[in-house]
């Protein structure tokens, strides 16, 4: 069932303001700090990434002298571990006793799946890094806003330039045996599919897998291509251990969102150059917003900003502008999310604006692996604009059918 967000809107302001935590009553005026809560994960096997969510948050603000509307900020991290018990605790800790105001993250989708009840029942504004998909479909959180995308958003015109561009045939899909990658792989097989191509394989390893050979024995040679699915440095370690094998040069090999992030590219040489990758994001994106950015970030850091940094700045990004509006008011969670629903931010991935079920509608950028001043990027070489959370299906109908998942849609040209 699927919620729409313009009434709940309108009902929720007759309602008041139920289980209103205290710093998020009427009265506030824009003299007081906005208080910003960051879940991230700064220890644990999502450290890496988490650690550039922090990151990311903290350019920004420093570029905006500490402000966000006008509003000077305060902000409180917290560390999850990337565990979702931990990230419920935390979550709770930020808006009870921290007393945060909106908050940022959590960055996996199984975190984000379990404190979204909380978030929900406490009516907190949240920007998530996770990209689970049912949190902006079929069960939409009307307190949600997704600046950078669903777990498929990305994978589907990836799939759709694999068919019509690269002309592959027959592909193997390869991914974290997690929500993440069951969700990224599904959206690839489906476009992938019916634009004319075979899912002949896929291959779901352990998410802190300590080796890949087995799965590497397994990959079926007949393929044109493998598709990465993974997460943090999983990506790396695959494609590592994939030439150690032997296979370079006899599979081609593209990635989802996260399985070249820049983060990861700082760590390969050679081996990664021409590695066909697709996200919503590239350090090498040519706006004004995003060369402040990078430059920044790389002068601060030594590499150059990926998806998990790149997430928060966008997030910080629409938050301002929907806050700059309300410049000179006592903060207001319902003016806020209203003013929500209306941006269109110009940030660091490029436009940004939310569809009725609070995610982003925005630029996906195919991008390909090259060396450039002596480091690798993510050069873009092909656009595809506003890209819905749906790509090209009807909403409705998308939404009547089941969320993606390791068995839906049905893979039917598995090679036996």
């Avoid at 917290?78 to 908050?103: C, F, M, N």
């Avoid at 015109?157 to 929500?179: G, Q, T």
């Avoid at 590239?282 to 850091?301: C, I, M, Q, T, Y």
């Avoid at 509608?361 to 604009?385: A, C, H, Q």
């Amino acid at each position: 069932m699927t919620i729409d967000r313009r009434s709940f809107m309108a009902a929720a302001a007759t309602a008041g303001a139920a289980l209103a935590a205290p710093s998020l009553v009427r009265g506030q005026g824009t003299a007081e700090p906005l208080r910003l809560g960051l879940l991230t994960a700064k220890t644990g096997p999502f450290a890496s990434g988490g650690l550039d969510m922090e990151r990311g948050l903290q350019s920004y603000l420093a570029a905006n002298d500490q402000r966000l509307g006008g509003r000077k900020v305060e902000l409180i991290v917290a560390d999850t571990g990337g565990v979702p018990s931990t990230a419920r605790s935390k979550t709770q800790e930020l808006v009870e006793r921290e007393r945060a105001q909106v908050l940022m993250g959590p960055l996996a989708a199984f975190e984000a799946l379990a404190t979204d009840d909380y978030m929900r029942a406490r009516k907190i504004p949240v920007f998530p890094v996770a990209a689970a998909e049912d949190m902006t479909q079929r069960k939409a959180n009307p307190w949600l806003f997704r600046a950078s995308s669903t777990s498929a958003q990305c994978a589907h015109p990836l799939a759709d330039y694999c068919a019509k561009k690269l002309k592959y045939k027959r592909m193997v899909l390869v991914a974290d045996d997690i929500a993440y990658g069951h969700e990224m792989t599904a959206g690839f097989q489906r476009v992938f599919e019916e634009a004319g191509g075979k899912v002949v394989q896929k291959l779901f390893p352990p998410l802190t897998a300590p080796d890949y050979g087995s799965f590497l024995a397994q990959l079926n040679r007949d393929a044109d291509a493998v598709f990465l699915g993974f997460a943090g440095s999983n990506g790396f370690r695959f494609i590592r251990q994939f030439n150690e094998y032997g296979l370079r040069g006899k599979l081609a090999l593209v990635g989802g969102m996260t399985a070249l992030d820049e983060a990861v590219l700082r760590n390969m040489g050679d081996e990664a150059l021409g590695i066909v990758t697709v996200n919503w994001y590239s350090a090498e994106l040519a706006n004004p917003v995003n060369a402040k950015f990078a430059g920044a970030f790389r002068k601060a850091h030594g590499y150059d900003p990926g998806f998990y940094a790149a997430c928060t700045h966008v997030s910080a990004s629409v938050l301002d502008a929907a806050l700059e509006p309300l410049k000179g008011q006592a903060f207001d969670r319902e003016s806020l999310r209203a003013s929500l629903q209306k941006t269109n931010a110009l940030t660091a991935r490029g436009p940004v604006k939310f569809d009725a079920w609070g995610n982003v509608v925005g630029n996906v950028y195919v991008r390909t692996v090259e060396r450039k001043d002596g480091r690798l990027v993510n050069s873009i070489i092909e656009t595809y604009p506003d890209v819905s959370q749906f790509w090209t299906y009807d909403p409705k109908k998308f939404l009547a059918e089941p969320v993606y998942s390791r068995d839906w849609p049905p893979a039917r040209n598995l090679a036996a």
